[in-house]
């Protein structure tokens, strides 16, 4: 792919919609539908002069200089998806965001706050959808038909935004309401609780972000390895940690074993790892810091949004939140 470029540039994100599910479905056949969801995806974002600039599991982040380029992308990324015989008759289906901006590109990444919209816009989408920001949107050509959703507070940004989506030929075009983006005048709870955020998924993240600011909690750091997790703990002391089990530098346990240094440090803080799958031994070592103020969930549980709230909120208050797939010896 060509060379990012700095300035005004087109930023779109992708995931697969239910990936967990799928994995645990799939098992050992779940390597091969990752391998061709990049392939469907990396074909038109080449043709279409794009930049690959990150891919984690099942994100992609790809950069264009040409908003219709970026569009074209994702309409024959999404038709390409729905042509695809999958194992075992699954569907896979990939939301996809765009938000053009001024970025920076430094240190192989872009920066910013444009970054960070683009991602939150792919995350309030469903599979199959392709969602747009204004300024995108505004960018495309006639034949690129978009239909307005509306305006929508995405939580942590400073202002509403307009959210548009692109209609691909051929598939639906009606979708349940957007996923993550509430209206501003939704009440905020008596108390705000803080939290910091540590994965190193940046879509990930940001979705966990918008589903909790604006509910009774107030993201005051997110980290995307366990070395930063401890400084933001430090400084920003928040009430809960929300955490993966497997991050940078290791890409093993550090999620874990951050957790039970944040523990022995700071006992009042509640921490709430997420994991990708059931893995009891993790959990366990989790509750030997005592099982007051921690939880273990699997990521799947994101998605219900009322569920997941209430866990950190719980976590936040000195109970102990386990997953019901979770099954130890002795509980």
């Known amino acids: 792919m060509s060379k990012p470029k700095t300035g005004t540039v087109t930023f779109l994100f992708t995931d697969i919609e239910g990936s967990t599910g799928l994995a645990h479905r799939l098992q050992e056949r779940w390597s091969e539908v990752l391998v061709e969801h990049r392939n469907l995806i990396r074909e038109p974002a080449t043709a279409g002069g794009g930049h690959e600039i990150d891919c984690r599991g099942d994100e992609l982040f790809v950069a264009?200089?040409?908003?219709?380029?970026?569009?074209?992308?994702?309409?024959?990324?999404?038709?390409?998806?729905?042509?695809?015989?999958?194992?075992?008759?699954?569907q896979v289906r990939v939301r996809i965001g765009m938000h053009t901006g001024e970025a920076i590109f430094a240190d192989s990444d872009y920066l910013g706050l444009e970054v960070h919209k683009a991602a939150r816009i792919c995350f309030a989408g469903h599979g199959s959808q392709v969602l747009l920001s204004a300024s995108t949107a505004e960018l495309l050509p006639e034949e690129h038909a978009t239909r307005e959703l509306g305006e929508y507070w995405l939580r942590g940004l400073p202002e509403p935004q307009r959210i548009f989506q692109l209609e691909v030929p051929g598939l639906e075009q009606d979708f349940p309401p957007l996923r993550f983006a509430n209206d501003a005048s939704q009440p905020h709870a008596s108390r705000t609780l803080k939290v910091v955020l540590a994965d190193?998924?940046?879509?990930?993240?940001?979705?966990?972000?918008?589903?909790?600011?604006?509910?009774?909690?107030?993201?005051?750091?997110?980290?995307?390895?366990?070395?930063?997790?401890?400084?933001?703990?430090?400084?920003?002391?928040?009430?809960?940690?929300?955490?993966?089990?497997?991050?940078?530098?290791?890409?093993?346990?550090?999620?874990?074993?951050?957790?039970?240094?944040?523990?022995?440090?700071?006992?009042?803080?509640?921490?709430?790892?997420?994991?990708?799958?059931?893995?009891?031994?993790?959990?366990?070592?989790?509750?030997?810091?005592?099982?007051?103020?921690?939880?273990?969930?699997?990521?799947?549980?994101?998605?219900?949004?009322?569920?997941?709230?209430?866990?950190?909120?719980r976590v936040a208050a000195g109970q102990t939140v386990l997953d019901p797939e979770l099954h130890l010896e002795g509980r």
């Open 64 to 90: 264009f200089e040409d908003a219709a380029a970026a569009a074209q992308t994702a309409i024959d990324a999404q038709l390409a998806f729905a042509g695809q015989q999958w194992p075992d008759g699954e």
């Open 200 to 313: 190193d998924s940046v879509l990930l993240r940001e979705g966990i972000a918008s589903l909790l600011e604006g509910h009774g909690f107030e993201v005051v750091g997110q980290s995307d390895d366990a070395d930063d997790l401890m400084v933001k703990v430090e400084v920003a002391r928040p009430d809960v940690v929300v955490a993966d089990i497997r991050m940078p530098p290791g890409l093993a346990d550090d999620g874990v074993r951050a957790a039970q240094e944040i523990r022995r440090r700071y006992p009042g803080t509640g921490v709430l790892l997420l994991s990708q799958y059931v893995e009891p031994a993790y959990a366990r070592d989790l509750l030997e810091t005592g099982e007051e103020g921690v939880g273990y969930l699997l990521k799947d549980r994101v998605a219900d949004m009322d569920g997941f709230r209430d866990a950190v909120r």
